[in-house]
Nanobody, 114 residues
Framework: QVRFVESGGGLVQAGGSLRLSCIAS????????IAWYRRRPGNQPELVAT???????TYEDNVKGRFTISRDSAKNTVSLAMNNLTPEDTAQYYC????????WGQGTQVTVSS
């Protein structure tokens, strides 16, 4: 069974930074694309960043230059470093395998105050 456990969220002021972590089980992060998604209040879930099975990162336009996705094969984790946060980044953040019907984790809440 594939599971993702997210952590690292919190409350931060605008301009601050956070680092989210996703521990995967039942899947090897090096073998699949893994993505971070977020759900902002009142919005549909949206893709934030993806790291391919080859280790290539891609980002949505609204986080480019501020967020960095990476993975640690030894720990089987995928991280999302977030810098220069704005209140618009406030959301519940989740990691998941794109195009797979794995269950979703609890996510981790990021709140950015102005």
């Amino acid at each position: 069974q594939v599971r993702f456990v997210e952590s690292g969220g919190g409350l931060v002021q605008a301009g601050g930074s956070l680092r989210l972590s996703c521990i995967a089980s039942g899947v090897t992060v090096n073998d699949h694309a893994i993505a971070w998604y977020r759900r902002r209040p009142g919005n549909q879930p949206e893709l934030v960043a993806t790291i391919s099975s080859h280790g290539m990162p891609t980002y949505e336009d609204n986080v480019k230059g501020r967020f960095t996705i990476s993975r640690d094969s030894a720990k089987n984790t995928v991280s999302l470093a977030m810098n220069n946060l704005t209140p618009e980044d406030t959301a519940q953040y989740y990691c998941h395998r794109p195009f797979f019907s794995d269950g979703w984790g609890q996510g981790t809440q990021v709140t950015v105050s102005s």
